[in-house]
């Protein structure tokens, strides 16, 4: 099999020769190496700052790397839930004066200020979200289990306070906010409290009305590390969370990381990923779209194609080569193709959904009617979408469940983001006397087996052997 094209931005690769076989285990391993150890270590001292030295080091995290001067912590306040339903009317972002003042005084929809067609997109896609959500059957509720005097009762209670991080970056994202907002309402949480770098608050009228939507309590301006630690631990100001959800970049990420174990986190979400597995028949246009549409996401990003079929790898190859020359984020794809992208030919299918079950990937799709016969036969991959009409970039807004999503091989042991994130199961045992009496001797049997002989008398009281009430 020859090798097509390594001057391409999208190499193809014969999946069983030297250069292939070198790329897939790159591929396999981009998610052991984790965050460099640099920013690991200089996000875990922001962190300790913040956690020690409350508003003040907050103030100054907040000029150095997000580079907005407040006097004082109130003045990142951007909205609280007392405003939200009456907001003032502006077409243009707020001042910092106008828009925090410590009450959230300023706080708007900014309905007025977005294209009509952009609101009606937004409310589309948290209408769908929330459709797809309510039918998940992990919400909050009390489930019975009554045995021979045995009573059970499992209680899943929502979190009361949940942080939601929005990046900010070289763009904001509003889909965040829908894609963690709307489950943690049905799930009841009481509190939703979301931290974002001051410029993306400020400078999107688009941003400011998704939050607005969805009703959030409280809108903190502050990214990155420093932005976490205040939702893990809070300050004099800021009150703290008990889970912090919602992507970030890698200081982000390590942040999240080394505050985990002091509040819940939700997961460790890395650049966006993408497989396509691809057979005869498949569209190469829209192929070559599909992988370039997550590339543009980071220059960090995979983006990889899978085929049994060297023509149509050699096809979509070129069409990534075209489509990038007219993209404006072209710098962006072109990096993350050069690191983490490929077009891997393998020998048949079943080859090619072996090495797609490796990569475990955050999304895969199927497209080319064998490829897509075989969905239920996939089991490593946060998300699938099955044909050509399905890309992943209907999932990153529309179809409904979260995009927030395993990252970095993951996919083999974990899920992406939903209402049972936001909720937290606590049990009440109830064992009647006479069922007490009766299990007390199967506890005290295997209490005695384990060396815990106190764990053995307290049963040993309860079926009456030392006497008792």
Same mark, same amino acid.
């Given at each position: 099999?020859?090798?097509?094209g ?10 069983e020769s ?28 922001i962190?300790? =700052? ?39 009317? !502006? ?18 929809s ?9 609101a ?10 929330e459709a ?8 909050p509720?009390v489930r ?11 209680r ?13 970056g ?5 889909s ?10 049905? =799930?009841?949480?009481? !509190?939703?409290?979301?931290a974002?770098?001051?410029r ?8 400011r009305?998704?939050?607005h939507?969805?009703?959030?309590d409280e809108v903190w ?12 631990y ?5 009150r ?9 970049n ?8 080394h505050?985990?174990?002091?509040v ?15 057979? !005869?028949?498949?569209?190469a ?10 590339a ?10 899978i ?10 190859a ?14 962006t ?33 199927l ?17 699938? @979408?099955?044909g ?11 179809a409904g ?7 970095g ?5 974990a ?6 994130? @936001? ?18 001797a ?8 384990e ?8 049963a ?10």
């Open positions: 099999m020859t090798e097509i390594s001057e391409r931005a999208l190499r193809v690769l014969a999946a030297r250069a292939g076989l070198e790329r897939l285990d790159l591929l396999v391993r981009r998610g052991r190496g984790g965050i460099a150890a640099g920013i690991r270590q200089a996000a875990a001292e962190v300790d =700052a913040v956690r020690g030295g409350g508003d003040g080091f907050l103030l100054e995290a907040v000029r150095r790397f997000d580079g907005f001067d407040a006097s004082s912590v109130g003045e990142l306040r951007f909205a609280t839930a007392r405003e939200r339903w009456r907001p003032p009317r !502006e077409t243009s972002p707020p001042s910092a004066a106008a828009s925090s003042g410590g009450d959230g005084a300023g706080f708007t900014d309905s007025d200020a977005i294209d009509p067609r952009v009606d997109a937004i409310e589309r896609a948290r209408a769908a979200i797809c959500h309510r039918a998940q059957p992990h919400g509720g019975r289990l009554e045995r021979d005097g045995v009573s059970i009762e499992e899943r209670l929502p979190l009361r306070r949940v942080g939601i991080y929005v990046p900010g070289r763009f904001p994202y509003p965040t906010v829908l894609m963690t907002a709307v489950p943690a309402r049905l =799930a009841g949480v009481e !509190e939703l409290v979301v974002t770098p001051p993306a608050y400020l400078e999107s009228p688009v941003l009305h998704v939050l939507l969805v009703g959030v301006g502050m990214g990155g590390a420093h932005g976490v630690a205040a939702l893990a809070g300050t004099d100001s800021i703290a969370v008990d889970l912090i959800a919602g992507p970030g890698a200081w982000v990420a390590a942040a999240k990381q505050v985990a174990g002091d819940g986190v939700d997961r460790d979400a890395g650049p966006s990923e993408v497989v396509v597995v691809a057979t !005869e028949g498949a569209p246009s829209w192929v070559a779209a599909d992988l370039l549409a997550q543009e996401h980071d220059p960090l990003a995979v983006a990889v194609l085929t049994d079929s060297m023509g149509l790898a050699d096809q979509v070129s069409e990534v080569d075209r489509q990038l020359s007219l993209l404006p984020t072209r710098d794809a072109g990096a993350a193709l050069e690191a983490h992208g490929a077009a891997f030919v393998t020998l048949d299918l079943d080859a090619a959904l072996r090495l797609a079950e490796r990569l475990a990937p955050e999304h895969l799709q497209i080319g009617s064998a490829a897509e016969t075989r969905a239920d036969a996939v089991r490593n991959a946060g998300a699938v @979408f099955v050509a009409a399905s890309p992943v970039v209907l999932g990153d807004y529309v469940p979260s995009h927030v999503l395993p990252t091989g993951s996919a083999r042991f899920s992406g983001l939903g209402i049972e994130d @936001f909720v937290r199961r606590s049990h009440t045992v109830r064992f009647s006397d006479r069922a007490s009496r009766i299990w007390a199967t506890a005290e049997t295997l209490a005695a087996t060396g815990l002989a106190a764990h053995a008398a307290a040993g009281l309860r079926r009456g052997t030392e006497g008792g009430p």
